[in-house]
């Protein structure tokens, strides 16, 4: 007698694979382990599967930019709050976020640092958390000059050390390093370029450290210049890129640096009741611009993985993925293009190798979505299940989400 195939099935409407390629109509894929070993048409074959054909499948999502600590409240109370967070206030809210992100198929996030390292601290001293399901990649706290932007996601570099010794002292803690390269957008004048942070010599010499170390840099940086020197230092991925203008959009493309355009707290700022029409304009005016820059980079061939900057005001943890995903559309990608900037483009910025794209050898991370593709923005407002491993969630693990992500012991006091 021989065992049964221990390979379980399931038959999906539509399958989209994570690698940009199109859409696959009447697709089978089959799970041993919790790993892929087959992925395509169903062709003619009648096999016992798991039936979810008026559905799409697709990888689980990630998002290549947030902020754990920080809430996406509008509300003012909650935000200068949380400035002020202790370490404690500041765990407990990394570990609401995670559950927001997992309720919304988000398996994976790269944080940008906050004041305290509180995401960090939170995933070094919480003993579960390499069994979790959001899995979290942490550069503590974001790099910057004194007297600078970037108090509320990090440190100013100490008087006396020199940037690189700071990175030294910091890089085997982290994931990845965190650079704050200029300031924010302006949305009372348009398009207006704030200086470069670090020069280029400084910042060649802390994206050293850090890749000695193995590990990857991000750089906040908008405007010409703050760019043009980050991609000169040789860094792995520009964040946001508002008004880097064409030139570094093909330096990007040549030098293979990802970008993460985090369209949605521009696009939200747009919608502020608290501002002027003055700025409301400007933000609108911002935000086509932006995605007038993420189509040239489609054209020109640099990498999108899709960040949110959750945390920002109005951008809220796990639903922000939906609406970055709809902002790429407007900027003219396909449905299979913005897919792929939120699970295998993420997946490689965050280095996590068999995650991203469902392909025979990767992980069986997928969520089943009802309907076709062209519904799947809406759709993915009500996921219809979420499988981690190949295994379906129960309902009761997705929404009681609070019992898989429990406050580290310290702030159970
Ligand atoms: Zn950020």
Redesign the pocket.
Known sequence: MTDPDPTRWIRAGWLIDGTGQPVVRNALIGVRDGILVSVGPAGSQSIDAVDVSTSTLLPALMDA?V?LAFSGSLDERVRTAQLEYTLEAAEAAVCRHLTDQWRHGVVAVRD?GDRLGATLHYKQTHERFKDEPVTVKAGGWAWHVPGRYGRM?GRAVPQGASPAEAVSAQIDAIDHLKIIQSGVNSIDRFGHATRPQFDQNTLRAMVGVAHRSGRPVMV?ANGELPVRLAIAAGCDSI?HGYFMGEENLRRMADQGISWVP?VVPMSRLAEASSLRPDQIDIARRTVDHQLDQIRKAVQFGVTIALGT?AG?QGVDHGAAVRQELALLMAAGMRIEQAVRCATGHAARLMRLTDRGELRPGGRADFLVVDGSPDRLIDGLAHIASIWISGRRLSDQEVSSAGSIHPLPPSSSK
């Open positions: 930019h902020h940008g996601l906040h964040e985090t900057d920002s």
